[in-house]
C-alpha cells in the first residue's frame, strides 16, 4: 500500500478557461497560466521523496505529469483509472449546463465506480506516489 498519496490537479487548461467540462482524451491542453502553476507544484514537489509518478490520460493531465516527471527527474506512466469522470452527453457542455451534485447524475459515470477505481490505484502501489489526476476523482 502507498505510504503517502500526494493528489495533484492538473494546471488550468483550456476547458477550465472556457468554462466547459470535457473527458476528452487529446483535447484542451494546459493554457500558459497552467504550465507556470504545474512549475511551482514542481518546485514544492522536489522537497519530497517521490517514488513514482501517475497521471490520467487525458491531455491536460499528461502535460502536468511530463512537467513535473522532468522537474523531479523521474519518469511517469500513465493510469487509466486516474481519468476523468466520465460525463457522457454532459460532455463538452458548458459548466452551467451541467446540474448541482453532477456525480449524482444519472447521465454520468456513477460517483461509486469513481472512488472504487481511485482507492484501487491508492491499494496497488508502494511508496511516495504522486496521483495527477483531475477536480471529481
Known amino acids: 500500500m502507498i505510504n503517502i498519496a500526494i493528489l495533484v490537479r492538473?494546471?488550468?487548461?483550456?476547458?477550465?478557461?472556457?468554462?466547459?467540462?470535457?473527458?476528452?482524451?487529446?483535447?484542451?491542453?494546459?493554457?500558459?497560466?497552467?504550465?507556470?502553476?504545474?512549475?511551482k507544484a514542481a518546485e514544492e514537489l522536489r522537497k519530497i521523496r517521490i517514488d513514482s509518478i501517475l497521471s490520467s490520460p487525458i491531455r491536460r493531465a499528461r502535460e502536468t505529469a511530463e512537467i513535473i516527471s522532468k522537474s523531479l527527474g523521474n519518469g511517469y506512466a500513465i493510469d487509466e483509472r486516474l481519468r476523468?469522470?466520465?460525463?457522457?452527453?454532459?460532455?463538452?457542455?458548458?459548466?452551467?449546463?451541467?446540474?448541482?451534485?453532477?456525480?449524482?447524475?444519472?447521465?454520468?459515470e456513477p460517483w461509486e465506480r469513481i472512488e472504487k477505481r481511485m482507492l484501487s490505484v491508492i491499494e496497488e502501489y508502494e511508496g511516495n506516489v504522486l496521483l495527477i489526476s483531475h477536480a471529481f476523482p
Open 10 to 39: 492538473h494546471g488550468e487548461s483550456y476547458s477550465n478557461t472556457l468554462n466547459i467540462v470535457s473527458d476528452d482524451l487529446d483535447k484542451y491542453p494546459l493554457t500558459d497560466k497552467g504550465i507556470i502553476q504545474v512549475n
Open 84 to 108: 476523468e469522470i466520465g460525463f457522457g452527453k454532459l460532455n463538452g457542455q458548458p459548466l452551467e449546463n451541467v446540474p448541482d451534485f453532477t456525480y449524482l447524475s444519472p447521465e454520468i
